[in-house]
């Protein structure tokens, strides 16, 4: 009887670091890993997905870099965790 192989799924927040700063780009680059996207880096298609998500982590985030603890709060709230409430701006 032939043996399957066994799949690992892999979710972005797994790459997220325990601190320091994590730049746009490195999160694209999780993101692509984390997907398991085989298309070329150079390929327009690629180019263009990676300048979306880009500019949805700096539209989210409001920077091209964040603090990895900023992205701790979000790794619960993407793994099933009660999402936090946003403080109310005075």
Same mark, same amino acid.
Request: charged fraction near 30%; glycine fraction near 8%; charge should be positive.
């Given at each position: 009887?032939? #043996?399957?192989?066994? %799949? ?7 790459? *997220?670091?325990? %601190? +320091?700063? /994590?730049?746009?780009? #490195?999160? /694209? ?6 997907? +398991?996207? #085989?298309?070329?880096? !150079? ?6 997905? %990676?300048?979306? &998500?880009? =500019?949805? *982590? &700096?539209?989210?985030? +409001?920077?091209?870099?964040? =603090? ?7 790794? =619960? =709230?993407?793994? !099933? +965790? ?9």
């Amino acid at each position: 009887m032939r #043996q399957l192989a066994r %799949r690992w799924f892999v979710h972005v927040t797994d790459f *997220f670091p325990e %601190r +320091g700063r /994590v730049t746009a780009e #490195q999160f /694209v680059d999780w993101l692509f890993m984390a997907e +398991g996207d #085989q298309r070329p880096m !150079g390929s327009p298609s690629a180019m263009l997905m %990676r300048e979306k &998500i880009r =500019n949805c *982590f &700096i539209g989210y985030m +409001g920077s091209d870099y964040v =603090n990895a603890r900023k992205l701790s709060d979000l790794r =619960n =709230n993407w793994r !099933g +965790g009660a999402p936090r409430p946003r403080p109310k701006r005075r």
